[in-house]
């Protein structure tokens, strides 16, 4: 799998610079680096338009192509608007469809879970949470 973008350091840190080179996106903490020949880290902030801001931290397998661990909080300005993690919940019903994945939303974001359709630890979820941003800034100029 040498194409795919979570096969080594330098593919997912050419991957993520691109998925970071749009207009929506003022500037970006978001750096990749290795922990291991064969593992990395992503982590840091990229701050949109309008105030929001995504927080992401990734833990990489290179060798396997996989997303092993994450977190991803979206905010604009102090206020944090949502949250996925893969903390199982298997006693929730609800999530079961996603199992690990979910997304805390409000009313009472630590404990409102919702499936995560769409987030996976085989391929980057990234564009996903960047155009899920994008969104909400569209929404609010609409």
């Not at 902030?45 to 060798?63: A, C, T």
Request: proline residues 8%; glycine residues 4%.
């Amino acid at each position: 799998m040498p194409d795919h973008p979570l096969h080594s350091l330098a593919t997912y840190s050419n991957f993520v610079a691109e998925a970071l080179n749009r207009p929506s996106i003022q500037r970006s903490t978001v750096t990749v680096w290795s922990a291991s020949p064969y593992t990395g880290i992503a982590e840091g902030e990229i701050f949109f338009l309008d105030g929001f801001r995504l927080r992401i931290r990734e833990e990489l397998d290179f060798d396997a192509c996989l997303i092993t661990s994450y977190g991803y909080e979206g905010y604009q300005n102090d206020e944090r608007l949502y949250w996925y993690d893969d903390f199982p919940h298997p006693h929730d019903s609800t999530l079961i469809s996603t199992l690990p994945h979910h997304k805390h939303i409000p009313p009472d974001i630590k404990h409102h879970r919702v499936p995560a359709l769409e987030i996976r630890f085989t391929e980057p979820n990234l564009p996903l949470l960047v155009r899920e941003v994008e969104a909400l800034i569209e929404q609010k100029h609409d």
